[in-house]
């Protein structure tokens, strides 16, 4: 039985925290071009696959992200800036585009092909909540807890985890389930969340197990 304080139930353990009732798993940024960026993306496609099955077995809610470049012509400031700092350019003219809409790379990787019943929503920001309808759709089938897995840890899973707390939602992150571009930063930004506290670490076995 749930604890509560103010009249609020205050889930404790793993499996209160991630009741498929109040749950849904975020499958982050699983593109094809994404995948090509970590060098483990094959095992963490293994590993994302057996948890969206054992996700549908339980019937927790499934979303995808998929990011998206902006057309050139909506091409801003702040994206221009970026583009140039991750492809190490000088002229902002030759910044490439590359998860254009329709690009092959901007496709959510064949292995993890989402079904009629999942929320797939496209993204310009990093967290997974900014200019998105995540927030609204997750409170109005009241939804606590947000379970990430998926790509970069350094990159868009560290921001989206933090938003979620500031939100209101519950983060928990599958440690063995995220991968980095970056090893090293991917440690950092691993570190920083549990340091931070806001964010549930497990790993897949412990999910699983958690789910029943």
Same mark, same amino acid.
């Given at each position: 039985?749930?604890?509560?304080?103010?009249?609020?139930?205050?889930?404790?353990?793993?499996?209160?925290?991630?009741?498929?009732?109040?749950?849904?798993?975020?499958?982050? +940024?699983?593109?094809?071009?994404?995948?090509?960026?970590?060098?483990?993306?094959?095992?963490?496609?293994?590993?994302?696959?057996?948890?969206?099955?054992?996700?549908?077995?339980?019937?927790?809610?499934?979303?995808?992200?998929? #990011?998206?470049?902006?057309?050139?012509?909506?091409?801003?400031? =702040?994206?221009?800036?970026?583009?140039?700092?991750?492809?190490?350019?000088?002229?902002?003219?030759?910044?490439?585009?590359?998860?254009?809409?329709?690009?092959?790379?901007?496709?959510?990787?064949?292995?993890?092909?989402?079904?009629?019943?999942?929320?797939?929503?496209?993204?310009?920001?990093?967290?997974?909540?900014?200019?998105? #309808?995540?927030?609204?759709?997750?409170?109005?089938?009241?939804?606590?807890?947000?379970?990430?897995?998926?790509?970069? =840890?350094?990159?868009?899973? +560290?921001?989206?985890?933090? #938003?979620?707390? +500031?939100?209101?939602?519950?983060?928990?992150?599958?440690?063995?389930?995220?991968?980095?571009?970056?090893?090293?930063?991917?440690?950092?930004?691993?570190?920083?969340?549990?340091?931070?506290? +806001?964010?549930?670490?497990?790993?897949?076995?412990?999910?699983?197990?958690?789910?029943?």
């Amino acid at each position: 039985m749930l604890r509560t304080a103010s009249n609020l139930a205050l889930p404790q353990t793993l499996a209160e925290i991630v009741d498929p009732s109040r749950s849904a798993l975020l499958v982050y +940024d699983m593109q094809v071009g994404t995948t090509r960026q970590v060098k483990d993306a094959p095992r963490i496609v293994n590993v994302i696959s057996t948890l969206i099955g054992k996700a549908r077995e339980r019937g927790l809610r499934i979303a995808y992200s998929r #990011h998206l470049s902006a057309p050139r012509a909506w091409l801003g400031a =702040t994206a221009t800036r970026t583009g140039m700092s991750w492809q190490r350019l000088q002229d902002p003219t030759n910044v490439a585009l590359p998860f254009a809409r329709e690009a092959a790379a901007t496709q959510i990787v064949p292995e993890l092909a989402p079904t009629a019943d999942d929320l797939v929503f496209d993204k310009f920001a990093m967290s997974a909540f900014e200019g998105t #309808h995540l927030t609204t759709m997750m409170r109005d089938c009241e939804l606590s807890t947000l379970i990430i897995c998926g790509i970069a =840890t350094e990159v868009g899973i +560290d921001p989206t985890l933090r #938003h979620a707390a +500031d939100l209101g939602f519950i983060p928990v992150m599958i440690t063995d389930a995220c991968g980095a571009g970056n090893l090293e930063a991917g440690e950092r930004a691993v570190a920083a969340l549990s340091f931070a506290g +806001d964010t549930v670490m497990v790993t897949t076995e412990q999910l699983i197990t958690a789910l029943g």
